[in-house]
């Protein structure tokens, strides 16, 4: 699918699965996307081969972001107008369900999801938002050298080029 042309659930034929053990996000995101950003996202991002790990489309104001491999949904983020302009997340709830997701961590979901629309949908290098995400992971996992492309390919895999 050309990068140009909006994907929808209808995209996935059935392989799509909804978040089965949702739970409200106590943290979100505070960046304020532009329009042009919404409008980007709004199109959504289909994954191309085995090293990428998202699907994300959007239904209305929500954006749906789900696994790849599996289907399963993840996230579920609410967009609304911000004051100034641009769209910021006001609600999003995140997979519970430890036979889909093993994370249960606040400020790790709050990143990744930012990481997901920034770096994969976005195409943004957003270095410091993968900065910040590689100090969390090393001390939540308490290994300091925890290879940093190991952990970024495994929770954001890569995005391939149209």
């Not at 983020?77 to 249960?104: C, K, L, M, N, Y």
Request: net charge negative.
């Amino acid at each position: 699918m050309p990068a140009h042309e909006r994907v929808t659930r209808s995209s996935f034929s059935d392989r799509i699965q909804p978040v089965s053990a949702s739970r409200p996000m106590p943290l979100l995101p505070r960046r304020i996307w532009s329009d042009e950003d919404w409008q980007r996202i709004q199109l959504g991002y289909w994954s191309r081969d085995m090293d990428e790990k998202w699907d994300v489309f959007t239904e209305g104001d929500v954006v749906f972001l789900h696994r790849s491999w599996t289907g399963h949904g993840i996230f579920e983020a609410t967009f609304a107008p911000a004051d100034g302009g641009g769209r910021q997340i006001t609600e999003a709830v995140v997979e519970r369900d430890p036979e889909r997701r093993r994370s249960s961590d606040d400020e790790y979901d709050c990143l990744l999801l930012e990481l997901v629309l920034s770096t994969i949908v976005l195409g943004e290098p957003a270095q410091e938002l993968r900065s910040e995400f590689m100090e969390l992971t090393r001390r939540r996992s308490g290994n300091a050298d925890v290879p940093a492309g190991l952990v970024q390919h495994s929770a954001l895999g890569l995005r391939s080029d149209s």
